[in-house]
């Protein structure tokens, strides 16, 4: 069923009964509300998230007293309730949220800290997933508004993004600079949307293939790894090149130093999928490195 929009509060009672009924009758603990849509101060759905969040807590809550205790690493699953936020609290993509009291009425806030350039201000060129400095920006906005540190999640990616540059605008095959076809998104000319979602382990089969024409680059300014690969066109025998933005366990860890600085609830990894295709020896020992990262948060 559908959570009702319409402010009809017994259709809202039933969602919740029902939503109750089918997560205890899987054996979770919880759920996790995953609302994306654009959404200002004056609209209707601005107080009435809220609402519904709030009584669905409160359902749970009267229902499993015991269900605020949360496994990080499966937050989706084992969290009581969780809401997923987007990077920053300062309308990112028109989400103009109350998360100050989606935090107040919730279990745990997971901030997407990935999918940073859907709305690309600058230069329409290929860029970083996961930046550093949205990691700090945006855990730091939202702490600046009042939400509670022990209700926040670092959320990061195991994924990166695979872009298809404009060959007549690229400088060489090796560019660092990667330009990209503009992909409209909610008002901006330019989005993430012009490249495709790539998981770790598609994106190290690449290198393993040696389709790479770079090495691995590391870009300061977003504590960022990327990479340049090529195939040759058989229609017309010319190349096209691609650009690969991604995070590894190097990335990762300084997310999770700053995360640990702050003190906050956790952090936890979407998906943990993304790193197993063949479980060959060479994916287990990267997939391994990239669990290891994590000691730079719990220990």
């Known amino acids: 069923k559908i959570v009702p929009t319409d402010g009809n509060e017994t259709a809202l009672q039933e969602w919740i009964e029902s939503i109750y009924e089918l997560t205890s009758s899987n054996y979770f603990d919880g759920l996790s509300f995953d609302y994306e849509s654009p959404m200002n101060l004056t609209a209707f759905m601005y107080d009435w998230y809220t609402h519904v ?171 960022s790894p990327f990479f340049n690969y090529m195939y040759e066109s058989f229609s017309n025998d010319t190349n096209q090149v691609f650009q690969v933005w991604f995070d590894n366990a190097t990335s990762l860890a300084k997310k999770y130093q700053y995360a640990k600085y702050l003190n906050i609830r956790g952090v936890g990894p979407f998906t943990f999928a993304s790193l197993y295709k063949t479980y060959s020896e060479i994916e287990i020992q990267r997939a391994q490195q990239i669990w290891s990262a994590f000691d730079y948060f719990f220990l």
Not at 56 to 63: A, D, G, I, M, P
Not at 77 to 98: A, H, M
Not at 101 to 127: F, K, P
């Open 53 to 223: 969040v709030n009584q669905t807590t409160l359902y749970f809550h009267s229902k499993n007293p015991y269900s605020q205790v949360c496994m990080f690493f499966l937050l989706l699953l084992f969290c009581v309730k969780t809401i997923v936020i987007s990077w920053s609290p300062y309308n990112i993509d028109g989400r103009e949220y109350d998360y100050l009291s989606l935090g107040q009425v919730s279990d745990l806030l997971y901030v997407m800290d990935y999918d940073t350039r859907s709305q690309i201000l600058d230069t329409c060129i290929a860029g970083a997933n996961s930046p550093y400095y949205t990691t700090k920006q945006g855990l730091d906005g939202y702490l600046e508004i009042g939400v509670d540190k022990n209700k926040l999640i670092l959320g990061i990616p195991f994924y990166g993004y695979n872009y298809s540059c404009e060959m007549s605008e690229m400088e060489s095959l090796i560019s660092k600079y990667c330009p990209i076809r503009f992909v409209p998104f909610r008002g901006y000319n330019c989005s993430d949307a012009a490249g495709n979602e790539k998981d770790f382990a598609d994106i190290m089969s690449i290198i393993d293939k040696q389709l790479n024409n770079t090495e691995i680059r590391w870009d300061i300014n977003t504590q």
